[in-house]
């Protein structure tokens, strides 16, 4: 189904901030589990655990989505910049002359 190319450049921005967005959520170190023990008494320990909520494939695989909608989206956009034509356009490329004098 075809779309404007207005609805095109917005989701353009949109695909570009989900992107921008899982970057910086797809570092190695989110992913693994961190323990930490301390002791307390003789008899007690204290064991605090960072656990991911997420696996590194789910966020990887969802990132590697938006970034080939991303870049196929931007692909159509720059084909179109290329050969689109815009009518009566052709006034506004030409070249400053200053006005004949008046007599």
Do not use: G
Request: aromatic share 8%; with cysteine.
């Amino acid at each position: 189904m075809a779309k404007k190319l207005a609805e095109c450049l917005l989701r353009r921005k949109e695909l570009q901030d989900k992107v921008d967005q899982l970057h910086k959520i797809n570092i190695k170190d989110v992913f693994e589990m961190k323990v930490k023990r301390v002791n307390v008494t003789d008899n007690v320990d204290e064991v605090i655990a960072n656990v991911p909520k997420l696996t590194a494939s789910q966020v990887t695989a969802e990132y590697n989505f938006y970034a080939k909608a991303l870049r196929n989206i931007d692909a159509l956009i720059q084909q179109y910049n290329w050969t689109t034509e815009i009518p009566k356009a052709e006034e506004w490329f030409n070249d400053y002359t200053e006005p004949a004098a008046k007599k």
